[in-house]
T-cell receptor, first 114, second 115 residues
Framework: DSGVTQTPKHLITATGQRVTLRCSPR?????VYWYQQSLDQGLQFLIQ???????AKGNILERFSAQQFPDLHSELNLSSLELGDSALYFC?????????????FGSGTRLTVV | AQSVAQPEDQVNVAEGNPLTVKCTYS??????LFWYVQYPNRGLQFLLK??????LVKGSYGFEAEFNKSQTSFHLKKPSALVSDSALYFC?????????????FGAGTTVTVRA
């Protein structure tokens, strides 16, 4: 167990629907990162939060949004889902942004859009 | 901009033989470099990192990596591979000059160690 908790582990939903993925960072970590892993795109950085504030944005679609709450957990909201959104979504955390110790990854949420 | 290239999609070796997984990077400033390993249906696990100091970095499970600034490379090595080393390996980089702190990952290299 890495200490980063992601729920749910698996999610199957239909096109056009909206889902919420949840991430609880490792105890003491203030920064949360979201990554998407798909077969054709590899690991893509989506967005980063530090202590409740957005710090960096990557290749995140406008249909996607995220936030980090005061208790530091984060949620990634995916709406108007398309087949191409099927992927493994990872959350990672670190104490500080850009922590030189690297990031601790959760086990991921596997999203399947049918 | 920062980027990582892992030129080999797959590496196949026999158990007991040396294992090398290649990685080259591109950054504007100085790099932080990382290797992660992913087993099936699992998250990424940290193996080792280079920040500063010795060019040869030792990590978990007997892995090591050599930082070569002139060749902008950070190849992962293991002297004697095990079947249990079969997994997907990712190299990642962060540019110390960047204002954000995201890691950029390579496409990954699938390592298969045959008994």
């Amino acid at each position: 167990d890495s200490g980063v908790t992601q729920t749910p582990k698996h999610l199957i939903t239909a096109t056009g629907q909206r889902v919420t993925l949840r991430c609880s960072p490792r105890s003491g970590d203030l920064s949360v990162y979201w990554y998407q892993q798909s077969l054709d795109q590899g690991l893509q950085f989506l967005i980063q939060y530090y202590n409740g504030e957005e710090r960096a944005k990557g290749n995140i679609l406008e249909r996607f949004s995220a936030q980090q709450f005061p208790d530091l957990h984060s949620e990634l909201n995916l709406s108007s889902l398309e087949l191409g959104d099927s992927a493994l979504y990872f959350c990672a955390s670190s104490f500080m942004p850009g922590d030189s110790y690297g990031y601790t990854f959760g086990s991921g949420t596997r999203l399947t859009v049918v | 901009a920062q980027s990582v290239a892992q030129p080999e999609d797959q590496v196949n070796v026999a158990e007991g033989n040396p294992l090398t997984v290649k990685c080259t990077y591109s950054v504007s400033g100085n790099p932080y470099l990382f290797w992660y390993v992913q087993y099936p249906n699992r998250g990424l696990q940290f193996l080792l990192k280079y920040i500063t100091g010795d060019n040869l970095v030792k990590g978990s499970y007997g892995f090591e990596a050599e930082f070569n600034k002139s060749q902008t490379s950070f190849h992962l090595k293991k002297p004697s591979a095990l079947v249990s080393d079969s997994a997907l390996y990712f190299c990642a980089v962060r540019d110390l000059r960047s204002n954000d702190y995201k890691l950029s990952f390579g496409a990954g290299t699938t390592v298969t160690v045959r008994a």
